[in-house]
């Protein structure tokens, strides 16, 4: 669970994030968008305690950010960086992987036995050297190292930047699993097709500000609200917006055919 | 402008060649895009055109690769880059300087530009990217969009004959991925710039470029009009690429029966596809 109460940051002066207040409960799947600048990432980095909220209050799991150190909110909350680069820091996969797990798992056999289990789940030569891989397969190492600790609550910044099509789907059907076992996921994405697809609730951001909080098919037909936080409605809905009321409500593809076919 | 003859490439240490048996040519003031998966050898085509691949990284290389008449074996990246502008994938590897207005005078002034048009360049450079206001910002306080702007920024103020640019709005917002098309767009009829612009973002593609390169396996699997290529929405498919949601309905629609024209790329050609079926 994760509840922000009227908090705010502050980058030297700069307020990247104004009086957001929202509450993420267990299981949920929301996505954060807005254009850049938006305070999309801050938002991102005040749930897991690496941003402490300069005024306001961010609670995780139950624990106040402000008064939790960074190092124990890990533990049940794990994020996904922009850039993997910033988070890969082993000379093999099975070492990247095993770093996350000692801080989570006591015994070495048990850590042992779950990197084996994420190296076959997402078919990984554990001796591989990440940085010899592409962006997408060192997305995914980031992603799998997240993902072994089994974090309660998956706070994702772009998870999809810089992959192809295939590789999209593929950590998106990962990052769908992991919610379907409970985890609870915060996804910052630009990409309205993946947020239409996978998100269930959207939390809009702009200038700082939450300035929308719905379920997705709801945000997503809501033009006035994206065009406020210069969000470009994705293709579907831009195309039933040309057809008045006749396809309220219709987001994606499979709805968009199935309205039609019921209009013959 | 651009001749590539039976170019293979593979880099030193690889068991597979990025590039294989690679036939294409690009007219001046073309603007073209490339997409496929992952290891498709977008990005080594990229390194081809401006001679990255092979005189920096290194490897087997055989055929021949032409750029305004130049082969790139004998003129190497410093010569091609009086010709070819690239902006690569990983920015941060590309900037040199703290503060954005000190990014771009590095390559005005090590192009040797003369000193009375350099600040016209950079006026004109900072203002096509909208980016004007950053000026004096330093780098390392920008986001990763205004970073990939600055960047292109860099190149743009350079004035290259032709621009290769490696997902150029991999990290930007949709309306910023917008603004750098057009951009793209401002150059190629304004200035007549050759753009090849690799991208993920197939709407984008569709949207601007008048050519568009599927590759695959390291060499062109579909080249033609976006309307053609988007005529293949299963052979796309099957080369991992996404197919724009417009499209997708279009398949959709035909495997229920209810549609057997033309694929839409945009959503103005999907409203007429609906009309149609709905009439």
């Given at each position: 669970m994760i509840e922000f109460q009227n908090a705010s940051f502050n980058y030297a002066g700069e307020q990247a994030v104004r009086d957001v207040s929202f509450r993420l409960e267990k299981g949920e799947f929301a996505a954060v968008i807005g254009e850049n600048g938006a305070g999309k990432t801050t938002v991102a980095k005040l749930c897991n305690g690496l941003l402490k909220p300069t005024a306001g209050t961010v609670c995780v799991n139950g624990m106040d950010t402000r008064t939790t150190r960074a190092s124990r909110i890990a533990r049940s909350v794990g994020i996904l960086f922009q850039n993997p680069d910033m988070q890969i820091c082993q000379n093999t996969i099975r070492e990247e992987i095993l770093f996350g797990l000692q801080y989570t798992m006591d015994d070495p056999a048990e850590r042992a036995r779950r990197c084996d289990e994420v190296l076959c789940e997402f078919g990984f030569d554990?001796?591989?050297?990440?940085?010899?891989?592409?962006?997408?397969?060192?997305?995914?190492?980031?992603?799998?190292?997240?993902?072994?600790?089994?974090?309660?609550?998956?706070?994702?910044?772009e998870p999809t930047t810089g992959l192809d099509y295939r590789e999209c789907m593929e950590v998106m059907e990962k990052i769908r699993l992991s919610n379907e076992r409970g985890a609870t996921v915060m996804m910052v994405s630009h990409d309205m097709e993946i947020v239409q697809d996978f998100a269930r609730r959207v939390?809009?951001?702009?200038?700082?500000?939450?300035?929308?909080?719905?379920?997705?098919?709801?945000?997503?037909?809501?033009?006035?609200?994206?065009?406020?936080?210069?969000?470009?409605?994705?293709?579907i809905p831009a195309l039933a917006l040309r057809f008045g009321d006749m396809f309220p409500g219709v987001f994606t593809v499979r709805q968009m055919a199935d309205a039609i076919e019921r209009r013959l | 402008?651009?001749?590539?003859?039976?170019?293979?490439?593979?880099?030193?240490?690889?068991?597979?060649?990025?590039?294989?048996d690679m036939n294409l040519e690009i007219g001046e003031g073309e603007f073209v895009g490339v997409?496929?998966?992952?290891?498709?050898?977008?990005?080594?085509?990229?390194?081809?055109?401006?001679?990255?691949?092979?005189?920096?990284?290194?490897?087997?290389?055989?055929?021949?690769?032409?750029?305004n008449g130049l082969d790139t074996i004998e003129a190497g990246p410093a010569k091609l880059s009086e010709i070819v502008g690239s902006v690569f994938q990983d920015i941060?590897?590309?900037?040199?300087?703290?503060?954005?207005?000190?990014?771009?005078?590095f390559g005005l002034e090590?192009?040797?530009?003369?000193?009375?048009?350099?600040?016209?360049?950079?006026?004109?450079?900072?203002?096509?990217?909208?980016?004007?206001?950053?000026?004096?910002?330093?780098?390392?306080?920008?986001?990763?969009?205004?970073?990939?702007?600055?960047?292109?920024?860099?190149?743009?103020?350079?004035?290259?004959?032709v621009l290769v640019l490696d997902e150029p709005t991999g990290e930007l917002d949709p309306k910023s991925s917008v603004q750098v098309f057009e951009m793209l767009k401002k150059l190629n009829e304004d200035f007549g710039m050759t753009v090849v612009v690799v991208e993920q973002k197939i709407m984008l593609l569709c949207e601007y470029v008048r050519r568009l390169i599927v590759m695959g396996g390291g060499r062109a699997?579909?080249?033609?009009?976006?309307?053609?290529?988007?005529?293949?929405?299963?052979?796309?498919?099957?080369?991992?690429?996404s197919v724009p949601r417009v499209t997708s309905l279009a398949v959709e629609l035909k495997r229920r029966g209810l549609y057997a024209g033309s694929y839409p790329a945009s959503v103005p050609e999907a409203e007429r596809m609906v009309r149609e079926v709905l009439a």
């Open positions: 554990g001796g591989r050297n990440p940085f010899s891989t592409s962006r997408g397969e060192r997305q995914r190492i980031a992603l799998a190292s997240l993902m072994a600790c089994r974090p309660e609550v998956l706070i994702l910044d939390l809009v951001v702009a200038d700082g500000e939450l300035i929308g909080d719905g379920p997705t098919g709801e945000i997503m037909t809501d033009v006035e609200l994206l065009s406020r936080a210069s969000v470009a409605p994705a293709q | 402008m651009i001749r590539l003859h039976n170019l293979n490439f593979k880099y030193r240490g690889a068991t597979d060649f990025a590039l294989a997409i496929g998966s992952s290891g498709a050898g977008k990005t080594t085509l990229t390194y081809a055109l401006n001679g990255v691949v092979p005189h920096y990284y290194g490897g087997d290389f055989y055929g021949r690769a032409e750029v941060d590897g590309q900037m040199v300087a703290s503060i954005v207005e000190d990014e771009l005078l090590n192009f040797g530009v003369p000193r009375k048009e350099i600040g016209e360049r950079l006026a004109m450079a900072l203002e096509t990217l909208g980016i004007s206001d950053l000026r004096d910002r330093a780098i390392a306080t920008l986001s990763g969009g205004q970073k990939q702007k600055v960047a292109i920024a860099a190149i743009v103020a350079l004035k290259p004959r699997l579909l080249d033609g009009t976006v309307r053609d290529v988007l005529q293949n929405a299963e052979a796309l498919g099957a080369a991992g690429v």
